[in-house]
């Protein structure tokens, strides 16, 4: 996202007060347009944790842009009181791209789902992520097509049946964090809907991050997809479910976190340690800096019932953005060339006079 | 008539010539070519020059795919076109012959390295017999010189090596050819001085080779004659060459400077619209960003992003990429946003013949899109049009707030021409319209003048708004799926476009304002139309040409000046697709000429065809 | 005039009749409406149903946004559309009788859910003043009936919990319809009685208050009449309820059947296209190869490869997908493979108004490719032709060897009309041409009847060859550029198109033969004009409709049909794309007729269009 | 690829003989169209090794089919007397996918480049590796766009000088192995078109695979990108550059193998056995069958000058394909209601007599 102090200054604040950073509350994130998701939807929550973070960043109102695809995630744009733009299935990263490249000052979102963003924009996504172009990625994953009112996507489970698989779907599904991990993402974290505080956390983690965030977000379908996550959070949870990475803290997790886990031949191994307190120092500690892809590889592979489902943060480590360079290529030509005139290109090479 | 030269040569005046230069892809006739081309301008004449390199993947050295040539047509007045047909062909080996014979005028001139025609050159050019001696020449005159040698010699002692020196032929030849058009070997000097700066011994040596030509031309009487082209009357200014695609990169870079933007070009490599992306990534002093994405849609829409942020959006592609454009174009459309899309058009239908030239996306440009979709759509006419269409498609993106189809071809890319260096500020102002205050900003309230809405971009405290591809409720912008509303709104959006026909120039008509035939040609046919139409005029034919530009909306004054001709010839490099526009909108007896074989029309056939049409009734 | 019933109550006689059935998304309007029809048809009426329910995301109850609607026609002749204005309102709240209310005649009854009125319900709907109380009804005859009351009492003692019990609300209402008009109860018991067969108690529960509104309908003396319509004449036959995208998915699975290969339907979910998608997905006994893409790109090229292997290659989408798919279609357009391109059209531009109908992508199915990429249009008139006209293009495609996009839109594919079964072996025969033996196999010789080349998929010994979308040599296919060569490949693809005009039938006149108005429609406008022109012809107008099923290419006979008429009006929900057509080719003074405002034509507004038109000069 | 022995079967072998698969050789796969890859192309090798090892494989050679999208690389069908596609840009994944799917006796070969496979057409190679379709994908990567006359590739190195990037490119390139690692390949490997050996030995691996077989081969671009790989193999070559993978065997390379890899907290360790012999059994050991992705990932990413390019079968397990799965699924349903009737489907439902 943009340089935080950069647009901290207020002095170029405009006469209209409530653009002054320090004012803003959540309401003023809020667009007044009636919000259109099903009852229940775990949309609700993430706009609810986006608006309630933004007025923090210390960043102008104005220079917030929500761009996103087409589903029910992506009519979220309308909601929020910025800049936004709701534009076509699949392509927002590479709109999102354009935006940052024509002004790197605006702190750009992208909001998609995991059809949007996985199916028909996998492409976009993966090449905004290896760029490193400095935009926040939100991946609402309810792992359904929700606005086209439920047929399979690729992150579904196999062998689900939906109204495009009657039979049970015949696909692997695909795990977002392990595609942007592949895309060498800077940043790479997965939350859910259903847990507001490590919502807002993570969305602030990614926020704060310089360079392309990718924030995978479980997000509950009400209408086609009930329940999907209920074991991770909430009333029906199973905390031998999930696992909350957190840097430089050994994997552990589970009721009172007396499970943990280990590795062999760089296979995850459960440790029980009720039983064996002994192995305690062979958990694996988190390191969301770590150089080598495989332990990122390794805690995004797993998942219930084997295993628990990671939330947090997988990767988070500094690399020149792409924005960042293109303009310093500029900037550096400039400094060479000097500002370009157009006369003077206009008339560079051979050439000759006539009469 | 002629006059005796110095040493009983006899120097013919010619209006007119055509030559081409065509060796093997490693011999250098791009660059002896563009050296003639330039020198010929500089000397006085009118010129325009064609280079066809082979395809795509480079073919084995003498092989027939792997022919390099450079036609160029020099004359004392106007010159629209490469030439139907050289007069003087210069083929550095037998390969170069084979493929470029076919298109000399009989009786012309042949110049061959005599030194390239062993068996198995010829084997590689699949001649059986060496055309040298069986005859296959015996309609032109046959001029063997034995360039190995005598460019061995020339460079003996320049102390490069062997194959250094062998470099070094195409200047000899090319001396060849400036001899026989009688031009000064003095501006070629000096410019290779620049060129070689850095390496006098090769700069020597060229030069050295360059001399031999010259001289064994005029000492061994290899012609009976040289030939003068006289200067032609040109507009007075200062001059250089440029391609179709140079003027377009040249154009988008000098428009968004123009608007005080940033521009943004975001496009994917292809066949033969690469070149405008290479040549604005060599100018990012001009604050030109580059964005060389994953694919045409990518590209569309991180042009469009550009523009949604207040940058000069453009995007450029050929045919295939533009198939996969219109999704966001749609959205263009319907955001109404300011996106200027460049279609340098290739040979379809699919991947077709990527090198070769055609005018068959004017449909696809108008109608290849979902929904009532209206856009502009321009053709730039010659090689330096493309600059100024280029500009007039970010002045009109931007006052109306809509994409813009830009649309040139494989030809036109690749055409040099001279072009008259315009003074920037005699350039069309680009001023952008000022924005609303933000009490008053609403994103679909429209100019009542122009029917543009406001474009204000992110970071403007204040106005932040949102948009989208779903249909927008009249002014406010809001979602809306009102049946009424709609109505309006598909309205709206057509009304604007046709709007801009009061916004752009009347079409012109040039020869009698009147007449038998009226033959209307749009992108790079005007070279090859303005040829025919000027010669028959100066026969004294009643025929006339009228050229399009702005294709959506068309120039407003059509309607009075078709029924001004007995017949109108609409002639396209396609199946009729002008055609097709002109003859749902105006009711005049339209004929048709269509060539759709990748390759431009001759100035020939343009006369046929009009002659055919004068001939009915 | 009407005749005395039994217990002092008036059976009027009607022609004909339109109602809708409004409530809730959870109301099951949808289930009553469409159990009306069917006792309707099966009573031997005609009839015509359309339903629509709320756009996209699900709104909260009781809300504005939230309702679904149901809405017939029917009648004791022929009936095409599902009525301009119904007659009878059944709304179960509010917010559908706020919705629905502007289209109901006046005069016409309103029955509502009294019960359902609270201020809670009226703010959801945005009602500040009870309707039923302040005057807003005074035009119309307002039957409230305690509907929750009642369905509570009829269902006490079913040992249901009260939420299912409060699910049985709508058969409630449904009786109180087939009392007004005078239907009997049985075959409607018979259908519960299959339907719940698991749950006799919810069979129990629907039954009794199915009944209990017919009593009180009857006893109450809620209204003054009740209505028959008489049985229509038609066709003797077997029949189905089918919606448009039901009948294109039986039309591509039974057509594959024919050809005796496996269907490969590849597709990538939009709306108003996916049902076709789920449908086939449902019938996998046919060898119904379902792929469900990651995009319309990949769903379009999976379906060539499918066509290539040999199987019969059909992809389905709408405008948007359409878009995405122009670029493998102009592939299947040089490889001349078949494959069927099904769009659903829905209103654009752009993402546009999902749910909504238009007819807007005619234009870019013809020429939404770059090149010269000539394919077969077609359109299906009606819900049931969705089944034929898939027939028809899986048999053009393959005899052809071309790619043939048939267009339906929203409107088509959610309209549910009787449909006469047909005995399979009466449909059209499929057979595929032979192929050539393998020593006579040459990949692009053409059958000199048809010009398609031969269909030799991979696994055939001996035939291997390689095709592409590079420009093909004539007979051989191998890569080619030459320009004589694509002179001729052009010339041959367009001329293969224009021959299928000898292979299809040709256009038809319904009305007189000649007269002052031909109405010229295409696609799902053909009921709303066949009713129209019908009405006008019983009137003496001398208007006739003319409907095209087949629009690249046209029949072969309207040339000779149109000078038979005084004037064409072409109507269409665009902004006149078939009119610039029929402009192109044909000299006949057109008028337009055009609605673009997502919705269908109403029969009034064709006859408005046509007596305008009568009205000139 | 196809069941083996279920093609072997000669006695459906038609009259001309040379269809019949024992009689098969590399002369009955070259369709005699002059091959026009320029002088020097390393494409040339991969078509020899692809015509040499397609007689071994048993299989009649009607049954093979290549396919396409655009590029130098992509002329490949050509030149090969099979079935062939050439498709378009990126797309050639999707047509296979159609292609399989209607007749799942085929052996199908998608051949691509580093623009055609990871620019343009990511979405469709990764969807077509995530379902596991029995199709093999060649990637020839040249880490340049060769037909297009020399513009940087998604694989090109970070600041390379190019047409299109003067300057040096701003772009981090993507590795094709890690991609296909992260969309869970059944079959994942990396060879190089200088060492025909290693080349065919892969190739041969892959075509025995069912299952998406999913190969990168480094293929040197004479003209735009002359010796992108020639420290891996060839005159050149530093053997401290590559390393070998041998299912099972530990990861040893340099001259004589005196060099290994092992890892300390999943990030991959350099060790000198020459100076530390000790440390023999530190090494990891290769393991292609590891359910964890972790080793494949590690691998994945080593690169010089620091480490050794990994070379060889990275992943290669075995899961149903999607063809298989696609045909059970239709058979079961036919088992349950028997072959469809077309008269009962029309007839289905409720229905009523007219007249
Ligand atoms: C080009 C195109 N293809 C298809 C669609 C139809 N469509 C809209 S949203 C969507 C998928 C939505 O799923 P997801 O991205 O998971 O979002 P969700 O609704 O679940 O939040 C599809 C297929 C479209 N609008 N445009
Ligand atoms: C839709 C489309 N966009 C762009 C092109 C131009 N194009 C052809 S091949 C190619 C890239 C080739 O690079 P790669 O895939 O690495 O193959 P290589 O030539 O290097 O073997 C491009 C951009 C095209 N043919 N079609
Ligand atoms: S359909 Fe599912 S995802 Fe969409 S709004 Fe409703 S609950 Fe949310
Ligand atoms: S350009 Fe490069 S990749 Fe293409 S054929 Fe030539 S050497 Fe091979
Ligand atoms: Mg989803
Ligand atoms: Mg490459």
């Given at each position: 996202?943009?340089?935080?102090?950069?647009?901290?200054?207020?002095?170029?604040?405009?006469?209209?007060?409530d653009?002054?950073?320090?004012?803003?509350?959540r309401k003023?994130?809020?667009?007044?347009?009636?919000?259109?998701?099903?009852?229940?939807?775990?949309?609700y929550s993430?706009l609810?944790?986006?608006?309630?973070?933004?007025?923090?960043?210390?960043?102008?109102?104005?220079k917030?842009?929500?761009?996103?695809?087409?589903g029910c995630?992506?009519r979220?744009?309308?909601?929020m009181?910025?800049?936004?733009?709701?534009?076509?299935h699949?392509?927002?990263?590479?709109?999102?791209?354009?935006?940052?490249?024509?002004?790197?000052d605006?702190?750009?979102w992208?909001v998609?789902?995991?059809?949007d963003?996985?199916?028909?924009?996998t492409?976009?996504?993966?090449?905004?992520?290896?760029?490193?172009?400095d935009?926040?990625?939100?991946?609402?994953?309810n792992?359904?097509?929700?606005?086209t009112?439920?047929?399979?996507?690729?992150?579904s489970?196999?062998?689900?049946?939906?109204?495009?698989?009657?039979m049970?779907?015949?696909?692997?599904?695909?795990?977002?964090?392990?595609?942007?991990?592949?895309?060498?993402?800077?940043?790479?974290?997965?939350t859910?809907?259903t847990?507001?505080?490590?919502?807002?956390?993570?969305?602030?983690?990614?926020?704060?991050?310089?360079?392309?965030?990718f924030v995978?977000?479980?997000?509950?379908?009400?209408?086609?997809?009930?329940g999907?996550f209920?074991?991770?959070?909430?009333?029906?949870?199973?905390?031998?479910?999930?696992i909350?990475?957190?840097?430089?803290?050994?994997l552990?997790f589970?009721?009172?976190?007396?499970?943990?886990?280990?590795?062999?031949?760089?296979a995850?191994?459960?440790?029980?340690?009720?039983t064996?307190q002994?192995?305690e120092?062979?958990?694996?500690?988190?390191?969301?800096?770590?150089?080598?892809?495989?332990?990122?590889?390794?805690?995004?592979?797993?998942?219930?019932?084997h295993?628990?489902?990671?939330?947090?943060?997988?990767?988070?480590v500094?690399?020149?953005?792409?924005?960042e360079?293109l303009?310093?290529?500029i900037e550096?030509?400039?400094?060479?060339?000097g500002?370009g005139?157009v006369?003077?290109?206009?008339?560079a090479?051979?050439t000759?006079?006539?009469? | 008539?002629?006059?005796l030269?110095g040493?009983?040569k006899?120097?013919?005046?010619?209006?007119?010539?055509?030559?081409r230069f065509?060796?093997?892809?490693?011999?250098?006739?791009?660059?002896?070519?563009?050296?003639?081309?330039?020198?010929?301008?500089?000397t006085?004449?009118?010129?325009?020059s064609?280079?066809?390199?082979?395809?795509?993947?480079?073919?084995?050295?003498g092989?027939?795919?792997?022919?390099?040539?450079?036609?160029?047509?020099?004359?004392?007045h106007r010159?629209?076109?490469?030439?139907?047909?050289?007069?003087?062909?210069?083929?550095?080996n037998?390969?170069?012959?084979?493929?470029?014979?076919?298109?000399?005028?009989?009786g012309?001139i042949?110049?061959?390295?005599?030194?390239?025609?062993?068996?198995?050159?010829?084997?590689?050019?699949h001649?059986?017999a060496?055309?040298l001696?069986?005859?296959?020449?015996?309609?032109?005159?046959?001029?063997?010189?034995?360039?190995?040698?005598?460019n061995?010699?020339a460079?003996?002692?320049?102390?490069?090596s062997?194959?250094?020196r062998?470099?070094?032929?195409?200047?000899l030849?090319?001396?060849i050819?400036?001899?026989?058009?009688?031009r000064?070997?003095?501006p070629?000097?000096?410019?290779?001085?620049?060129k070689?700066?850095?390496t006098?011994?090769?700069?020597?040596?060229?030069?050295?080779?360059?001399?031999?030509?010259?001289?064994?031309?005029?000492?061994?009487?290899?012609?009976?004659?040289?030939?003068?082209?006289?200067?032609?009357?040109?507009?007075?200014?200062?001059y250089?060459?440029?391609?179709?695609n140079?003027?377009?990169?040249?154009?988008?870079?000098?428009?968004a400077q123009?608007?005080?933007?940033?521009?943004?070009?975001?496009?994917?490599?292809?066949?033969p619209?690469?070149?405008?992306l290479?040549?604005?990534?060599?100018?990012?002093e001009f604050?030109?960003?580059?964005?060389?994405?994953?694919?045409?849609i990518?590209?569309?829409?991180?042009?469009l992003?550009?523009?949604f942020?207040?940058?000069?959006?453009?995007?450029?592609?050929?045919?295939?990429g533009?198939?996969?454009?219109t999704?966001?174009?749609?959205?263009?459309?319907?955001?109404?946003?300011?996106?200027?899309?460049?279609?340098?058009?290739?040979a379809?239908?699919?991947?077709?013949?990527?090198?070769?030239?055609?005018?068959?996306?004017?449909?696809?440009?108008?109608?290849?899109?979902?929904?009532?979709s209206?856009?502009v759509?321009?053709?730039?006419?010659?090689?330096?049009?493309c600059?100024?269409?280029?500009?007039?498609?970010?002045?009109?993106?931007?006052?109306?707030?809509?994409?813009?189809?830009?649309l040139?071809?494989?030809?036109?890319?690749?055409?040099?021409?001279?072009?008259?260096?315009?003074?920037?500020?005699?350039?069309p102002?680009?001023q952008?319209?000022?924005?609303?205050?933000?009490?008053?900003?609403?994103?679909?309230?429209?100019?009542?003048?122009?029917?543009?809405?406001?474009w204000v971009e992110?970071?403007?405290p204040?106005?932040?708004?949102?948009?989208?591809?779903?249909?927008?409720?009249?002014?406010?912008?809001?979602?809306?799926?009102?049946?009424?509303?709609?109505?309006?709104?598909?309205?709206?959006?057509?009304?604007?476009?046709?709007?801009?026909?009061?916004d752009?120039p009347?079409?012109e008509?040039?020869?009698?304002?009147?007449?038998d035939?009226?033959?209307?040609?749009w992108?790079s046919t005007?070279g090859?139309?303005?040829?025919a139409?000027?010669?028959m005029?100066r026969?004294?034919?009643?025929?006339?040409h009228?050229?399009?530009?702005?294709?959506n909306?068309l120039?407003?004054?059509?309607?009075?000046?078709?029924?001004?001709?007995q017949?109108?010839?609409?002639a396209?490099?396609?199946?009729?697709?002008?055609?097709?526009?002109?003859?749902?909108?105006f009711?005049?007896?339209?004929?048709?000429?269509?060539?759709v074989?990748?390759?431009?029309?001759?100035?020939?056939?343009?006369?046929?065809a009009?002659?055919?049409?004068?001939s009915?009734?």
């Amino acid at each position: 996202m943009t340089d935080v102090t950069s647009s901290l200054n207020c002095s170029e604040s405009t006469s209209n007060a409530d653009d002054c950073v320090r004012t803003l509350t959540r309401k003023d994130f809020q667009s007044g347009r009636e919000v259109r998701w099903c009852p229940g939807c775990g949309d609700y929550s993430i706009l609810a944790q986006i608006q309630k973070l933004l007025p923090d960043l210390g960043i102008r109102r104005e220079k917030f842009v929500f761009v996103s695809g087409i589903g029910c995630s992506s009519r979220f744009p309308y909601y929020m009181q910025t800049y936004g733009f709701h534009t076509i299935h699949g392509r927002a990263p590479a709109v999102a791209t354009g935006i940052k490249c024509a002004n790197p000052d605006l702190s750009v979102w992208v909001v998609t789902g995991d059809g949007d963003g996985l199916s028909i924009g996998t492409n976009h996504l993966i090449h905004c992520i290896r760029r490193n172009v400095d935009v926040n990625i939100l991946l609402f994953n309810n792992r359904i097509y929700g606005l086209t009112k439920g047929q399979y996507s690729p992150t579904s489970e196999f062998g689900k049946k939906t109204k495009s698989s009657p039979m049970g779907t015949i696909e692997q599904p695909l795990r977002p964090i392990q595609m942007a991990l592949a895309a060498e993402g800077t940043f790479v974290a997965r939350t859910i809907a259903t847990d507001p505080a490590h919502l807002h956390e993570t969305l602030e983690a990614a926020a704060r991050h310089r360079g392309t965030s990718f924030v995978e977000i479980l997000q509950n379908c009400r209408v086609f997809n009930d329940g999907a996550f209920d074991t991770l959070v909430g009333r029906d949870a199973d905390e031998d479910d999930r696992i909350f990475l957190r840097h430089g803290a050994p994997l552990r997790f589970g009721p009172g976190g007396h499970k943990g886990i280990a590795e062999r031949n760089l296979a995850p191994l459960l440790v029980d340690l009720e039983t064996e307190q002994a192995r305690e120092e062979e958990l694996l500690v988190h390191d969301m800096k770590a150089p080598s892809p495989a332990l990122a590889a390794l805690l995004a592979a797993l998942e219930p019932p084997h295993f628990p489902m990671a939330l947090g943060v997988f990767r988070d480590v500094e690399k020149p953005t792409y924005d960042e360079l293109l303009m310093s290529q500029i900037e550096s030509l400039i400094g060479q060339r000097g500002q370009g005139d157009v006369d003077d290109l206009l008339n560079a090479g051979t050439t000759w006079e006539v009469g | 008539m002629g006059e005796l030269v110095g040493d009983g040569k006899e120097l013919v005046q010619v209006e007119h010539a055509t030559v081409r230069f065509a060796g093997d892809s490693g011999d250098g006739m791009q660059l002896i070519g563009g050296q003639f081309a330039d020198l010929a301008s500089m000397t006085g004449n009118a010129i325009c020059s064609f280079p066809d390199y082979p395809s795509d993947i480079r073919a084995p050295a003498g092989t027939l795919g792997g022919v390099s040539g450079y036609q160029l047509s020099f004359g004392d007045h106007r010159v629209t076109t490469p030439g139907d047909a050289p007069f003087v062909l210069v083929a550095m080996n037998p390969a170069a012959l084979k493929v470029c014979l076919p298109e000399v005028q009989s009786g012309g001139i042949v110049i061959v390295n005599q030194d390239a025609f062993s068996p198995s050159d010829l084997k590689k050019a699949h001649y059986d017999a060496n055309p040298l001696e069986d005859g296959t020449l015996d309609d032109y005159r046959l001029i063997p010189v034995p360039m190995t040698r005598l460019n061995e010699e020339a460079t003996l002692d320049s102390g490069l090596s062997k194959v250094q020196r062998e470099r070094c032929k195409n200047f000899l030849a090319l001396g060849i050819a400036l001899w026989l058009y009688d031009r000064p070997l003095q501006p070629l000097l000096e410019w290779m001085m620049k060129k070689f700066q850095r390496t006098p011994e090769v700069m020597a040596a060229n030069a050295a080779s360059l001399r031999a030509g010259y001289n064994f031309a005029n000492t061994a009487e290899l012609f009976r004659v040289s030939y003068e082209v006289a200067r032609a009357k040109l507009p007075a200014g200062r001059y250089r060459r440029v391609t179709g695609n140079e003027a377009l990169a040249l154009g988008c870079l000098v428009a968004a400077q123009r608007t005080g933007r940033p521009l943004v070009y975001a496009s994917y490599p292809i066949t033969p619209a690469s070149e405008v992306l290479h040549e604005l990534a060599r100018h990012k002093e001009f604050d030109v960003r580059v964005i060389q994405a994953e694919d045409e849609i990518a590209a569309c829409c991180a042009a469009l992003g550009a523009s949604f942020a207040g940058a000069i959006g453009i995007t450029g592609t050929s045919g295939p990429g533009l198939a996969l454009k219109t999704e966001a174009i749609g959205l263009a459309v319907m955001t109404e946003l300011p996106l200027v899309v460049l279609n340098v058009q290739r040979a379809g239908p699919s991947t077709g013949m990527p090198t070769k030239s055609e005018q068959a996306d004017l449909l696809m440009s108008m109608y290849g899109r979902h929904g009532e979709s209206p856009a502009v759509v321009l053709a730039a006419a010659t090689a330096g049009d493309c600059f100024y269409m280029a500009l007039e498609a970010v002045r009109l993106a931007t006052k109306y707030m809509t994409p813009v189809l830009l649309l040139s071809d494989s030809f036109l890319a690749n055409t040099a021409e001279p072009f008259r260096i315009p003074d920037s500020s005699t350039l069309p102002d680009l001023q952008l319209p000022s924005k609303p205050a933000a009490d008053q900003f609403v994103p679909y309230r429209r100019d009542p003048q122009t029917l543009a809405r406001p474009w204000v971009e992110p970071g403007t405290p204040g106005m932040e708004h949102r948009i989208g591809g779903l249909e927008k409720e009249n002014e406010t912008g809001h979602v809306s799926y009102d049946a009424e509303n709609h109505r309006k709104m598909v309205a709206l959006r057509a009304a604007k476009i046709a709007g801009i026909a009061n916004d752009i120039p009347l079409a012109e008509v040039v020869g009698p304002e009147s007449g038998d035939v009226l033959v209307v040609g749009w992108g790079s046919t005007y070279g090859a139309i303005a040829a025919a139409t000027g010669e028959m005029q100066r026969e004294g034919r009643h025929v006339s040409h009228l050229h399009l530009r702005h294709i959506n909306p068309l120039p407003r004054n059509l309607h009075e000046i078709f029924p001004r001709f007995q017949r109108v010839l609409v002639a396209e490099t396609n199946s009729g697709q002008l055609k097709m526009l002109l003859r749902d909108r105006f009711s005049a007896e339209f004929c048709q000429l269509n060539k759709v074989e990748g390759r431009p029309f001759l100035i020939r056939e343009v006369r046929r065809a009009i002659q055919e049409v004068l001939s009915r009734d």
